[in-house]
């Protein structure tokens, strides 16, 4: 019987495997073989939790999802076929569904998430200025993807955030490679015009009344 180790969040991923690795290691884990599921989960789980958080604000909500995810994973091993789906594009179904089920047991729109939220006396990024810092850049950022179209915030999503590639992205969305590469060029060229003017508005001095 399969069993997981969850790593913690920050834990850096293996060496860049090549797809035959993945698909070898895929179709081992599909046979029950726990040392191929645990090499798997240490190779997805930091992207996994990355694609997460930006999703569900909230660190523990998020820590929670993550593990969640990857025990659906490993309940669902058994059926899982190396072909069509990729082991990747696979995990990110799994992953984007225990979102929409988070918000939808909380009866909360899927876009639209809470503030940060940070326990008290919890210290995520190590020094209380830098956590502002990041948690700032994470709220202008979900604050610009909530304006792309849904076809474009999925893209950025499976790009950046779950690190897919273009064929993976593509298996993922049900859409051409070609549709893809148009979708994200339009995707970043809208973020950039979105943060630019965010930092357009910060910088502006307050008026005086």
């Known amino acids: 019987m399969i069993g997981i180790g969850l790593l913690a969040p920050s834990e850096p991923r293996l060496t860049e495997p090549t797809e035959h690795e993945i698909k070898a290691l895929a179709t081992r884990a599909s046979r029950?073989?726990?040392?191929?599921?645990?090499?798997?989960?240490?190779?997805?789980?930091?992207?996994?939790?990355?694609?997460?958080?930006?999703?569900?604000?909230?660190?523990?909500?998020?820590?929670?999802?993550?593990?969640?995810?990857?025990?659906?994973?490993?309940?669902?091993?058994?059926?899982?076929?190396?072909?069509?789906?990729?082991?990747?594009?696979?995990?990110?179904?799994?992953?984007?569904?225990?979102?929409?089920?988070?918000?939808?047991?909380?009866?909360?729109?899927?876009?639209?998430?809470?503030?940060?939220?940070?326990?008290?006396?919890?210290?995520?990024?190590?020094?209380?200025?830098?956590?502002?810092?990041?948690?700032?850049?994470?709220?202008?950022?979900?604050?610009?993807?909530?304006?792309?179209?849904?076809?474009?915030?999925?893209?950025v999503e499976c790009r950046f955030f779950f690190e897919l590639s273009i064929q993976e992205t593509a298996e993922a969305m049900n859409r051409t490679e070609g549709a893809v590469k148009a979708l994200q060029f339009r995707a970043l060229e809208n973020l950039h015009r979105l943060l630019t003017l965010s930092l357009i508005h910060i910088s502006e001095p307050t008026r005086p009344y």
């Open 32 to 155: 029950h073989d726990g040392e191929a599921f645990s090499l798997l989960y240490r190779m997805y789980s930091a992207q996994v939790f990355t694609f997460i958080s930006f999703r569900v604000s909230n660190r523990e909500d998020a820590e929670d999802l993550a593990h969640t995810v990857f025990e659906k994973a490993l309940a669902a091993i058994g059926r899982y076929q190396p072909k069509p789906a990729q082991f990747s594009t696979w995990l990110y179904t799994i992953a984007k569904n225990c979102i929409i089920d988070h918000y939808r047991k909380r009866r909360l729109p899927v876009d639209n998430d809470v503030e940060p939220e940070t326990a008290a006396g919890e210290d995520p990024y190590g020094d209380p200025e830098r956590r502002i810092l990041m948690e700032e850049r994470k709220r202008t950022l979900r604050e610009a993807l909530s304006d792309l179209t849904p076809d474009q915030r999925e893209v």
